[in-house]
């Protein structure tokens, strides 16, 4: 575990008395869920979903939801308050569960179904003992519907990133599980995508056992996004935070769509480096410097997340760009030594409209600038790429990838 300073509380003068820029760190933290008074804006999500859960409170079915809406928008956070409350708020002689999954962890069907058994038994309440690999994906059901009747009389199941989930069946068998008589346990599931196409993209036969209302989730504007990040202001010590610190945050978070959570990520990043540079304040200073960071850290993502094709298209435009005092190139001179890294990599050379089309992709995704060049009636129109960041950079992060490595051991 990583020592985390401010969590210091043995007052020895021998050490520091603690972190003079944070008091509660953990506020800042991704998988923190605050208290009701500390959500901001989404008063109307929480009670259409609570709606729609509100049968689990009284032990019969709660309908199942869909989420919808762009990272950082409050998704997980609201599904996880809203089923804690269902719990709490439950009838006196009801007894609801609650689980939640994160199918980017837990993405096959064997993992999510053990995953849920393990989280849901209470081994000194039913004496089933969910031993964590070694059985089959059967059998894992099978103790999963064993500790839901065992325990509960209604259960609600949050799937979250379920499009990270490589199989559909999980959605279909946790929504029939009731009807098919396997379970006497109500079941409600709350799935949760960025993808909008999600559900269209699912067969008909879990489709049509995954009956759901949807509930999309907008982006917040800047005066939500500093409102959520001033009812946390409590994670720095008093006067710690210069005025501007948070609009500052707020707007470049909003700068994008209105992200809470690159807007808490620019917040804590900018504490840190304040106390690195042993600061006694967080200033614009430091918010600036935070944000620079964090458009790196989210460029490598992008850059490193990319198919194998797109990386060796980019690669070929960082080899010019390193080699050259030019920036820009004619998509023809890269697709020239596309082909040529392709080739010594053995791998498929795709055609030049694909080539074209990745870089699109690319530009569209903010890695490479792609410039219009009227040469005129008889030359027509050209196009310049260009990468927006530094090439040494690309080039390294995608030299990552075990499969172009080669590419550098000429
Ligand atoms: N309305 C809000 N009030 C207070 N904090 C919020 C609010 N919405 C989001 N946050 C905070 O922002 C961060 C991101 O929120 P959350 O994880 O719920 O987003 P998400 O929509 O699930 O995003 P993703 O699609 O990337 O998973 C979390 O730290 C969360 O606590
Ligand atoms: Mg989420």
């Not at 900018?270 to 540079?277: L, M």
Request: glycine share 6%.
């Amino acid at each position: 575990m990583t020592p985390d300073p401010s969590s210091n509380s043995v007052d020895d003068p021998l050490f520091d008395s603690g972190h003079h820029i944070f008091a509660n760190k953990d506020l800042l933290k991704i998988g923190h869920v605050p208290e009701a008074d500390r959500i901001v804006g989404r008063d109307d999500e929480i009670s259409k979903l609570a709606k729609r859960l509100n049968g689990a409170v009284h032990g019969y079915s709660p309908e199942n939801v869909m989420i919808y809406g762009k990272t950082g928008t409050g998704k997980s956070l609201v599904s996880r308050h809203v089923s804690q409350r269902a719990q709490n708020a439950a009838d006196g002689d009801v007894d609801i569960g609650t689980a939640y999954l994160d199918c980017a962890e837990d993405n096959t069907e064997t993992q999510a179904i053990s995953s849920l058994a393990a989280k849901l038994n209470d081994e000194s309440v039913t004496g089933i003992t969910v031993p964590h690999t070694g059985l089959s994906t059967s059998k894992y059901y099978k103790l999963l519907w064993e500790t839901l009747d065992a325990q509960f009389d209604s259960i609600i199941i949050i799937l979250d990133e379920i499009d990270l989930m490589n199989d559909d069946s999980v959605l279909m068998k946790l929504s029939r599980a009731e009807e098919a008589g396997k379970i006497d346990c109500s079941v409600g599931i709350i799935a949760i995508s960025n993808k909008i196409q999600y559900v269209d993209n699912l067969n008909e036969r879990v489709k049509s056992s995954f009956q759901h209302k949807e509930l999309f989730f907008k982006p917040y504007d800047a005066n939500q996004l500093r409102e959520i990040m001033f009812n946390r202001e409590d994670a720095f010590h008093d006067d710690v935070l210069s005025d501007d610190v948070i609009p500052l945050s707020a707007a470049f978070a909003a700068q994008e769509h209105g992200d809470a959570r690159k807007a808490i990520d620019i917040l804590r990043h900018a504490g840190e480096v304040a106390y690195e540079d042993g600061a006694d304040q967080v200033t614009e200073h430091h918010v600036r410097q935070a944000q620079q960071h964090a458009e790196k850290d989210r460029f490598r993502e992008l850059v490193s997340g990319a198919p194998t094709q797109a990386k060796a298209a980019l690669l070929a435009l960082t080899e010019l760009s390193v080699n050259s005092n030019d920036e820009a190139f004619l998509t023809s001179r890269v697709y020239d030594r596309y082909e040529l890294i392709c080739e010594h990599l053995d791998m498929d050379v795709l055609s030049v409209r694909r080539f074209r089309d990745i870089l699109k992709e690319q530009a569209f995704l903010g890695v490479v600038e792609i410039e219009k060049i009227n040469k005129g009636s008889a030359g027509g129109i050209h196009l310049q790429n260009r990468l927006i960041e530094d090439p040494q950079v690309v080039r390294e992060t995608i030299l990552e990838d075990s499969r172009l490595q080669d590419w550098a051991r000429e």
